[in-house]
């Protein structure tokens, strides 16, 4: 009998060529995907692999491995689907979020799933959107949690089903006694901060790229002062008076600012942050995960 698992490395080596790619995508080391094809090998009783200097491609006895194994894994994924799609919502899903999206909407759906299903077992992992997409395609997760920015669009990812989550507002944070603080629902003009230091992300580009793109609106480019992914930190830099920011409503919420900040709406341009769910199109009908779903909207 051959291995699923194995087979499912094959065609994996087929797709993307080189066992670093397998390994990468599926969460494996080189060496035991290595180890697992020769097991298949083995299996099979004929040669599937074969060495070209430093690198192995298939034989023709492994594309035709390749071939069924395509119609086998295909079959089993239905057989799963088959047996998901009826019943209560159950068993294990797993959910790769950003840390504030996290603490604000998905705690709070996850106690919710404790009350309302409690056959459904959900695990957290804290992943920035681009490692969550990763997990995601090599299916280490069922969910991944991204946003966009409104400034900065971007095309869908294809082979993925998208579920819209929640909308909010981009904020202005700045010191509470900065002359353009104002009262609490005052819009503040960007360019009356044309002078100051700006906070922005060091590893998430599109917060950068909407901080340039808002400001080039407002008739400036911003001084770029701090490169800092942890909000709790940005905002405690804003407090203290080292620069302002662009922050998030969400991010407001899971760190709740003391009274030295000030959060402001942007005047001129409405400035939103998008959040949405990704799944496999094949996952998407599955009770457990469609569950999921719903109580993530709910806490939204």
Known sequence: MLDPVRLMLLRELADRETMTAVAAACGYTSSAVSQQLAALEREAGVRLLERVGRRVRLTPEGWRLVAHA???????????????????????????????????????AMAAARERHPELRISLVESEPPEALDALRARRCDL????????????????????????????????????????????VDLHRLADEPWIVGSREEGSTTLLRRACAVAGFAPRLGHAV???????????????????PELAALAHRPGPGLALRPVASVGLTRSVHALTHPDHAARPAVTAVLDLLRAAS
């Open 70 to 108: 395509r119609v086998v894994l295909a079959a089993l994924d239905a057989a799963e689907r088959d047996l998901l799609a009826a019943g209560t919502p159950r068993g294990p899903v797993t959910l790769a979020c950003f840390s504030t999206f996290a603490t604000v909407r998905v705690v709070p």
């Open 144 to 187: 991944a949690v991204r946003y966009r920015y409104n400034l900065t669009p971007a095309p869908p990812e294809e082979g993925f089903a998208a579920h819209p989550l929640a909308v909010e507002p981009v904020l202005l944070a700045l010191p509470a006694d900065h002359p353009c603080a104002g009262p609490p629902d005052t819009a």
């Open 229 to 247: 992914d942890d909000y709790q930190l940005v905002l405690h830099l804003v407090a203290r008076g080292l620069g302002v920011a662009l922050v």
